[in-house]
């Protein structure tokens, strides 16, 4: 049995727990409604990490791993790294490369089986409203497509903008949307709408879950995210 020191304490689990109720009511109603709207419920699976070398330098590696299914019906393995320059602490810029094997399925951006390689320059600035953390992130990618009997390039713009608001005990709510630019026409590429309960398991781990809407000209797909997010420290002297 929990006991209480005090009421305070109680009455912040009690608030903490009806907010993550609500939230999870919330994306269970979005999964409810995505899938009277499709057929299938796909999933990402989200590994990200930011490895601090210097004061001012970190390592960023990411991996995903998308199914078109739940967990089921491989879509597409993703693989980014590089090099970010924290010019303030609140302004982070990046450059690096990328590598993608992608599947072919119905609404495949290119129509079949792809590889493809990246080149990208990223800019990242965060702020902070009351307890919100916003942060603000434009990306510029030049991306080498090569498919069965054809090889591509497509250069494009993408623009997120996300808020995540800490909760008690630990959890946070995030919210976030993404508009991708082709640099020609047809210009729109996608969007991808992000809505999700986190939790802080350590000042250095987090992980969160959530739902994602991707939206193409043509199609629209309704993924459940899980994403784990942790930081590491390479420094000699800290």
Do not use: C
Request: hydrophobic share 40%; proline share 1%; aromatic share 18%.
């Amino acid at each position: 049995m929990i006991k209480f020191r005090k009421r305070a304490d109680y009455n912040r689990l009690n608030k903490t727990f009806k907010k993550g109720v609500t939230i999870l009511l919330l994306l269970v109603s979005f999964f409810n409604y995505a899938q009277d709207q499709e057929d299938l419920l796909g999933s990402w699976f989200i590994l990200s990490g930011s490895n601090k070398i210097s004061n001012k330098f970190s390592i960023p590696t990411l991996s995903i791993l998308r199914h078109y299914k739940l967990i089921s019906n491989y879509e597409f393995a993703f693989f980014r790294t590089g090099l970010t320059y924290a010019v303030k602490k609140n302004f982070l810029t990046t450059v690096g490369v990328a590598y993608l094997d992608s599947e072919a399925y119905i609404g495949n951006e290119f129509g079949g089986h792809t590889k493809q390689f990246w080149v990208y320059e990223e800019l990242v600035f965060k702020s902070k409203y009351k307890n919100t953390l916003i942060s603000n992130r434009i990306r510029l990618e030049s991306r080498w497509i090569d498919k069965v009997g054809e090889n591509l390039v497509n250069n494009r713009i993408r623009y997120r903008l996300q808020a995540k608001i800490p909760l008690e005990n630990s959890f946070y709510f995030k919210i976030s949307n993404e508009y991708f630019v082709n640099l020609k026409a047809p210009h729109f590429n996608q969007n991808r709408f992000f809505i999700g309960l986190g939790y802080n398991l350590t000042k250095s781990v987090k992980v969160d879950v959530g739902y994602m809407k991707n939206t193409f000209k043509k199609s629209n797909y309704d993924r459940i995210q899980l994403a784990v997010y942790f930081k590491t420290d390479f420094r000699k002297n800290k």
